[in-house]
């Protein structure tokens, strides 16, 4: 079970289990991001490198304008798998 | 052991297996985590490389108190050795990067050994996961 939900601040809050199944589900939110946004990760309870590149995809075409994304209330897990992949450098992460 | 439909969509499947037999097994939280990257990783490699194979991916696992054994075996394929994958170099910088290419890397970076046999069209892919002082 995957989710993706827009809060009304504009931050996004991803949930449930992020795998190769649900790319095009969250590609048609993330191709819809302009700006800096807050995703909240707290209720995300896994990614594989497929939703890693998801985000990769968004923060280089974010960095080309100045902004990006910033993650917040990973999990020991997530946190984990985002320094392996060597992206806790590349996004903010809070 | 388990028959898993060669589809993405069958992620859910793949993962309710390895749940459900590290649960009666209490392993812990952290090497279920791995065990399902380390299984979606190869899974969706199999999958996506494999295009012409048979219509399932076997997929097994041996859990004793100080190692998890997964194998996951595909049937009428071509040789393909997830080892010979070249290196991504995470620490470049973001822009000299390209989305996609981690998913062996995280494999060889959560498990404790990742193998290869070919025979007769047969793929078999194990790994390793060592249970340490999560015993």
């Given at each position: 079970m995957f989710d993706i939900a827009v809060n009304d601040d504009g931050s996004i809050r991803l949930s449930g289990r992020f795998?190769?199944?649900?790319?095009?589900t969250a590609q048609r939110?993330?191709?819809e991001i302009t700006g800096s946004t807050v995703l909240d990760c707290e209720d995300l309870k896994?990614?594989?490198?497929?939703?890693?590149?998801?985000l990769f995809a968004t923060q280089k075409r974010l960095m080309d304008s100045g902004q990006g994304l910033k993650l917040v209330h990973l999990?020991?897990?997530?946190?984990?798998?985002?320094?392996?992949?060597?992206?806790d450098t590349i996004f903010e992460i809070a | 052991m388990i028959d898993i439909p060669r589809e993405i969509s069958s992620l859910s499947e793949l993962f309710a297996f390895i749940e459900g037999s590290c649960t009666e097994n209490l392993v812990d939280e952290k090497t279920v985590f791995a065990l399902n990257l380390a299984a979606e990783e190869l899974f969706t490699n199999l999958v996506r490389h494999n295009?012409?194979?048979?219509?399932?991916?076997?997929?097994?696992?041996?859990?004793?108190?100080e190692r998890i054994e997964m194998?996951?075996?595909?049937?009428?394929?071509?040789?393909?050795?997830?080892?010979?994958v070249d290196d991504v170099d995470i620490d470049r910088p973001a822009e000299e990067r390209q989305p996609?290419?981690?998913?062996?890397?995280?494999?060889?970076?959560?498990?404790?050994?990742?193998?290869?046999?070919?025979?007769?069209?047969?793929?078999?892919?194990?790994?390793?996961?060592?249970?340490?002082?999560?015993v």
């Open positions: 795998d190769a199944s649900q790319v095009d939110v993330f191709v896994y990614i594989s490198s497929a939703g890693l590149g998801v999990n020991p897990h997530i946190r984990e798998v985002f320094q392996l992949a060597g992206f | 295009v012409g194979g048979s219509d399932v991916i076997r997929v097994g696992l041996e859990i004793n108190p194998r996951l075996v595909d049937f009428n394929v071509q040789k393909f050795d997830p080892n010979s996609g290419g981690l998913g062996i890397h995280l494999v060889k970076s959560i498990v404790d050994q990742l193998t290869y046999a070919y025979k007769a069209g047969e793929m078999t892919v194990t790994v390793i996961k060592n249970r340490g002082e999560n």
